[in-house]
């Protein structure tokens, strides 16, 4: 299951980086950078929901994308801070890291981590 979690993980940095692609992008490599974390994000969060619930997975999946879009912009381009924005993505993480403690994970027979 962890191998599970850190694919979701992965594909939650792929994500960040085609939503800041999106924006910034600005030729051919860009975009091109851009298709590519966007195929990624989605292949890595289809594998890992395979094995683990869909719901929370998403949950987890665009929670992470969120919040890591929103720091990037702020640490990186230089967006002006909003307290009621970080709040809310705080409020939003409390949510992600509640409903990942709180799902049960399926025990596979013979599966070893």
């Known amino acids: 299951m962890k191998r599970d979690w850190n694919l979701v993980f992965i594909a939650g940095l792929f994500e960040i980086g085609w ?18 974390a966007i195929y990624a994000s989605m292949h890595f969060l289809i ?9 929370t997975t998403y949950a987890v999946f665009t929670g992470m994308g969120t919040a890591g879009t929103v720091i990037f912009d702020l640490t990186v381009f230089g967006e ?19 409903l ?14």
Do not use: D, Q, R
């Not at 002006?80 to 509640?98: A, E, T």
């Not at 990942?100 to 981590?113: D, S, V, Y």
């Open 19 to 36: 939503v800041v692609g999106l924006k910034h992008a600005y030729n051919l490599g860009t975009w091109v950078l851009t298709a590519i």
């Open 47 to 55: 594998v890992a929901s395979k094995k683990l619930p869909v719901g």
């Open 80 to 98: 002006p801070f909003n307290s009621m924005k970080v709040f809310l993505i705080l409020l939003l993480l409390c949510g992600v890291i509640g």
């Open 100 to 113: 990942k403690m709180i799902t049960e994970e399926p025990e596979n027979e013979g599966e070893h981590e």
